[in-house]
C-alpha cells in the first residue's frame, strides 16, 4: 500500500484551511455576542442614571412641596400674629415664624442644589444615552459584516469539503478506517511533516524505519504523537 506525500499534503492543507474557515464561522456569533452584551451593560447603565435622576426629581418636588406647605403656614401664623390676644402667644407666633423662615431659607437653598444636581443628572443621561446609541450602531455594523463573510465562508467550506471529498477518495481502501480514525480524534492536527527526521507535529524525532517507509510511501504514524506524517516537499 503506497500514499504519496503529496497527496498527504494536499489532504493536510484542506484539514487546516477547512479547521481556519470552521474557527472563523464559529467566532461570528460570539462577536456578535460580545458586542450585544455591551449594548446590554451600557442600556443597565442608562436606566440607572435615568433612575438617579427620576428620584433625584421627587426629592426636588417633595422639597418644593414643603417649602409651599411652610410657606402657607407663615402666612397662618401672620394672621395669629395680628389676633394674638397677649404677648406671650404674640412672641411664641414670632418664634416660630423666624425659626419657620430660616428653616425656608435652609430648603430653598437645598432646592436650588437638587435643581443643579438634576441638571448634572441630565448630562449623564445624555451621555449614557449616546453611548447606547454607539454600542447599538456597532453591534448593527458588525453583525452585517459577520453575517455577509459567513456566506462566503460557507461557500468556501462547501468548496473544501467537496476537494477533501475527492482527495481522500485517492486513498488506498484498506487505509481510510486507519487515516478516519487518526482525523475524526485529532481533526487537522491528525497529519504532520516529518522533516529532518522530526515529527514537526509533537518535536519527536522518528527512527531510521520510519524514515525509510516515509521514502517508499508507505503510511507512517509518529510513534510519539499518532500523527499520520509525510514528507516536506
Not at 76 to 91: C, P, T, V
Request: glycine share 4%; proline share 2%.
Amino acid at each position: 500500500m503506497a500514499i504519496t506525500a503529496d497527496l498527504l499534503r494536499t489532504l493536510h492543507r484542506l484539514h487546516l484551511q477547512l479547521t481556519d474557515l470552521r474557527d472563523r464561522l464559529e467566532r461570528g456569533p460570539k462577536q456578535i455576542s460580545l458586542r450585544q452584551k455591551n449594548v446590554e451593560a451600557r442600556e443597565a447603565e442608562l436606566a440607572a442614571v435615568r433612575d438617579a435622576e427620576k428620584q433625584a426629581k421627587l426629592k426636588a418636588d417633595r422639597q418644593q412641596l414643603d417649602l409651599k406647605s411652610s410657606e402657607q403656614r407663615l402666612v397662618d401664623w401672620g394672621m395669629k400674629l395680628n389676633l394674638a390676644s397677649s404677648n406671650k402667644e404674640y412672641q411664641a407666633l414670632k418664634d416660630q415664624i423666624a425659626a419657620a423662615e430660616m428653616a425656608n431659607s435652609v430648603l430653598a437653598d437645598e432646592i436650588l442644589e437638587s435643581f443643579e444636581r438634576i441638571d448634572k443628572m441630565g448630562e449623564k443621561v445624555a451621555t449614557a444615552e449616546s453611548a447606547v446609541k454607539a454600542t447599538e450602531d456597532e453591534l448593527a455594523k458588525v453583525r452585517a459584516q459577520i453575517e455577509s463573510a459567513a456566506e462566503v465562508i460557507r461557500g468556501d467550506i462547501a468548496r473544501l469539503e467537496a476537494d477533501l471529498a475527492d482527495a481522500e477518495k485517492q486513498l488506498p481502501a484498506d487505509f481510510r478506517g486507519d487515516y478516519n480514525r487518526v482525523v475524526k480524534v485529532k481533526g487537522a492536527d491528525g497529519l504532520s511533516e516529518a522533516e529532518d527526521g522530526v515529527c514537526n507535529g509533537c518535536g519527536q524525532k522518528i527512527t531510521a524505519n520510519m524514515q525509510n517507509d516515509l521514502l517508499l510511501h508507505r503510511p507512517t504514524f509518529c510513534k510519539a504523537c499518532g500523527r499520520l506524517l509525510y514528507l516536506p516537499e
